[in-house]
């Protein structure tokens, strides 16, 4: 096959992940509803069934709510439960919007949504302004890094478009979402129900001169190009065809999770730690001289060498450390409790390995941040620290490093249930705590 160069990466702004999350009757699927219906981004057949259903509970105008609160408990009680996704586009950009829930029972629905997101639009109710539910939102979000925060400000139509009320209520988030690290907040006032500056720019609010949502989501800068990144590619199957045409190939597929991998380039296969140099690699058919996040590739490389489904293939020089004690902010998602001496399994990329839940260091409170020392478990919801002894070296970065490589599932290893999604590293507040001991129960690493 002739070796030929790949085109240059496209555009990370072509395309955004947002999320989008609320209190109780902020206004939220009303938001997301608008936002779809103003850009044109739903069929009629689907704004005919909203219509229909509109009707048929006494509402003369169309619930544009309904548009995203698909399940028959969200539509009868009024609220989120599950996270609703929603792909659609306007000639400027590409959109995958993530609607969560903002209830505090489903934090870890949340979480899910926002963990992909390079953007979090929070509602606010203007009558309300800042409560506990908007700064456990905020605290998620800086918690999973998200780069940008929106703050709508919505029911201005309720407290008369005053000035004052948002711009009090704006400097109060802010202040909170700085001392948490958010790195951006852009506030915007709004009306979901009239439609006040979501598509559309208000005609009652002209002290307001900044973009509406819609325009701030087509123009917001998306800073995490990961081709820049520490390049990893998690080997996902092992290729080799043994064939009349091909009797010595052996290739190494998987998708390429953050970086650029090039022909010649020194690289480390973790956790074994043996270097090699790229001799070649595939994509889709062709042989490139260059490849990059997120295609999905073979490598090719000039040693045979021993390398199998989970291995980490990176840049030598620039390789994460390998351990097995991994010390994460874990976001507990299962019903039944997480607790210290727990034997699970830990799923890092393509690999899985036996893991010992040593410690639960602590527990946090999102209201107020505040620490609770060694809880014991943790419970559906709960957010804390834990640490983890695997049975074999994994190769993680931390978590505000790399999203995609500093994260991971914990899984019960008698049914295969996720138990918990774990970021490698210390939160925004984790506090050190004394090691204590626990009971292995037979599995000793």
């Known amino acids: 096959m002739s070796s030929t160069t790949a085109a240059e990466p496209l555009s ?9 999350a609320g209190s109780v009757d902020d206004g939220k699927s009303t938001l997301v509803g608008r936002l779809l219906h103003d850009s044109k981004s739903i069929l009629t057949d689907q704004l005919e069934a909203v219509e229909h259903a509109s009707r048929s509970r006494g509402q003369e105008a169309p619930d544009l709510a309904l548009l995203t609160d698909g399940l028959r408990a969200e539509r009868e009680q009024g609220i989120t439960i599950d996270v609703a996704y929603r792909y659609f586009a306007t000639p400027r950009r590409r959109f995958i919007l993530a609607d969560t829930p903002g209830h505090v029972q489903y934090t870890r629905n949340m979480v899910t949504g926002a963990s ?5 639009v929070i509602l606010v109710d203007a009558r309300n302004g800042v409560v506990e539910q908007t700064r ?32 009090r209520i704006a400097e109060d988030f802010t202040a909170y979402a700085t001392e948490l690290g958010v790195p951006e907040v852009t506030a915007i006032p709004i009306s979901a129900l009239a439609g006040d500056n979501v598509v559309e720019p208000s005609a009652t609010m002209d002290w307001y001169g900044g973009p509406t949502v819609l325009e701030h989501l087509e123009t917001v800068p998306v800073s995490h190009d990961l081709t820049g990144c520490h390049a990893r590619l998690p080997v996902q ?11 010595d190939y052996r290739g190494y597929a998987g998708q390429i999770a953050a970086g650029t991998f090039r022909v010649g380039q020194e690289v480390t296969v973790l956790p074994s730690g043996r270097t ?4 070649g690699i595939d994509l889709l058919g062709e042989a490139v001289d260059v490849a990059w996040t997120p295609q999905s590739v073979t490598l090719l490389l000039e040693d045979d060498i021993d390398v199998s489904r989970g291995d980490l293939i990176v840049p030598t020089g620039d ?3 390998t351990s097995q004690d991994v010390e994460a902010t874990v976001c507990h998602v299962a019903d039944r409790p997480l607790t210290v001496g727990q034997r699970v399994l830990l799923k890092h990329t393509t690999r899985t390995v036996k893991a010992i839940v040593k ?53 019960d290893p008698a049914d295969g249930t996720t138990l ?8 925004f507040a984790t506090e050190k705590a004394a090691a204590a001991p626990a009971d292995d129960d037979g599995w000793d690493f």
Not at 12 to 20: G, K, P, Q
Not at 237 to 246: A, F, G, K, W
Not at 276 to 279: A, F, G, L, N, P
Not at 361 to 373: A, M
């Open 12 to 20: 990370a702004t072509t395309l955004l992940r947002f999320a989008t």
């Open 319 to 321: 390789a994460p450390a």
């Open 420 to 427: 918990a999604a774990g970021m490698a590293g210390e939160s």
């Open 276 to 279: 090699s140099r790229v001799s």
């Open 359 to 411: 410690e639960i260091p602590s527990r946090l409170t999102l209201d107020d941040l505040s620490q609770h020392p060694e809880p014991g478990r943790l419970v559906a919801n709960d957010i804390g620290t834990v640490r983890v002894r695997t049975a074999e070296p994994l190769a993680l970065d931390a978590y505000a490093d790399s999203r995609r490589t500093g994260s991971f599932l914990l899984i």
């Open 237 to 247: 199957y092992v290729i080799r065809p043994q064939t009349p045409e091909h009797p």
């Open 136 to 167: 456990r939102h905020a605290a998620v979000s800086a918690l999973l890094r998200v780069p940008h925060v929106v703050l709508a400000v919505n029911k201005m139509d309720l407290v008369g478009y005053e000035e004052a009320v948002f711009a």
């Open 116 to 120: 992909t997101a390079e953007l979090t």
